[in-house]
């Protein structure tokens, strides 16, 4: 038997057996748009900060009611139990804290059965006023054909602020980001440095996409799945306080001031808030993932066949040694190290659409 066929047998048992909501995710940016997708950016901006803001009034009126207790003051509506002082000193306590808003927010945002989240179903149906605002290529033409369970769940490509990548990105972004955040956050509780808090929090990603989240249902390793991840947790430590991007430091988004939640009005919400995190490290074709062999060959041979075209037909001056010096690049998140892990075996537009080598560690031997 053919190890194509032994690779489908394989996982037509895993379809029977798996239920197909528990499967990851995939995407493919290997097939290009067309036509070109519009720039939703600045609406997907804008629907976080309205969340934010949502999020931020809740706890701005948590606040209020549990200084009132406090206070020995009236409190309406009538409903609200006064604790005792000192766990209404606790819970304000709580509601000042940083937990405290980037949990409000996940609930909000990333919350939902993985890998499904409020964010996830908000990009994938939103009708976005920018179009067209989103691609998925034909059953027939994805890389993905082999696995139809890949292919039932593959995440639409959209363009955010100029970077195309899936929308399954998004659910990484609210949704792992903000688990990363609170495991962060106890390594932190422990003593651990922050570095070695942020490896643990990595480390963590590394396994999920070894298994559940990744190559143990689809077969897929997900490099940008993890640089998701550790940017999303990027953007929840920088809610409440200034965070280094590359050379530069982004301002806190929001202030405590007089004891409730402002927005620190130094900061362009628009171009801070997740613009940054936005890049070509979440494009799959730029960095890529590692294929199971089975997998791994019909992608390399589906890319060959068709992706190559498309590529050198839109981008007529592409050259070998851009695309390997793009993907180079993106190994690390201005300068962290976001988990990526090399492999002898990528599959690159760069060492197959060419004539040329393969994509091995820090180097293109």
Known sequence: MSLHRIFRLFLCVVLVVQPIAAFAFE??????????????????????????????????????VRQACLENIAVKPKAVKCLSPAKEKLKLDYLRSEEAIARKLYNLLGSGFPPFTKSGSWIESHQFKAQPARYKTSFRNSIFSVIPTNYLTISPTVN?????????????????????????NRAIAENLTPERAAQKAVRWGQLSERTFYGTLVSGVYSNADLCANYVGMKFYQGLTRPIKIGDS???????????????????????????????????????????????????RQSVRKRSCKQWIGKFPNLKQADLENTSRALMLWNGEDYGFKASRKFITIANTCFTGENFVGNEFN
């Open 249 to 299: 430091v982004r301002p806190a988004i929001l202030l405590l001031e007089n004891g409730v939640w402002i927005f620190n009005g130094s900061a362009d919400l628009q171009k801070v808030l997740i613009k940054p995190f936005m890049t070509n490290h979440l494009n799959e074709a730029f960095n890529p993932s590692i294929f199971l062999a089975g997998l791994r060959s019909f992608v």
């Open 27 to 64: 995407t493919d940016q290997y097939n290009l748009p067309s036509p070109p997708l519009a720039d939703i950016g600045n609406e997907v901006s804008q629907y976080t900060e309205e969340n934010l803001r949502k999020a931020v009034g809740k706890i701005n009126t948590e606040i209020a």
């Open 160 to 184: 955010i602020y100029g970077a195309e990548f899936g929308t399954d990105k998004i659910a990484h972004f609210f949704q792992q980001g903000y688990t990363y955040y609170r495991k962060y």
